[in-house]
């Protein structure tokens, strides 16, 4: 069964550091993956996304702020979040489409929370 395990959220001051990982687990390999968030009372929203060929968005938001990357031979994307803000503060979910040899399913992670404090 294909899953994604999300580490990383936790509390920081502004202006700190956090890295969230997310690792695909079964017999897959990955499309595309990234990370969106949601904070309370509003929608989800992209925050980066690289694909299998290394081309990589991000929101405005956290352009400069935050790198992506991954690791294709573990199927793990990996956020850096450096200077944080308060509005940074969501549930951070993992996303990607992974490929079992037949067709490309998209998954979702369970969230892990990331606070930023003023």
């Known amino acids: 069964q294909v899953q994604l395990v999300e580490s990383g959220g936790g509390l920081v001051q502004a202006g700190g550091s956090l890295r969230l990982s997310c690792a695909a687990s079964?017999?897959?390999?990955?499309?595309?993956m990234g990370w969106y968030r949601q904070a309370p009372g509003k929608q989800r929203e992209l925050v980066a996304v690289?694909?299998?060929?290394?081309?990589?968005n991000y929101a405005d938001s956290v352009r400069g702020r935050f790198t992506i990357s991954r690791d294709n031979a573990k199927n793990t994307v990996y956020l850096q979040m450096n200077s944080l803000k308060p509005d940074d503060t969501a549930v951070y979910y993992c996303?990607?489409?992974?490929?079992?040899?037949?067709?490309?399913?998209?998954?979702w992670g369970q969230g892990t929370q990331v606070t930023v404090s003023s």
């Open positions: 996303n990607a489409d992974l490929f079992n040899g037949r067709e490309i399913n998209r998954y």
């Open positions: 079964g017999s897959v390999s990955s499309i595309a």
């Open positions: 690289i694909a299998s060929t290394g081309t990589i």
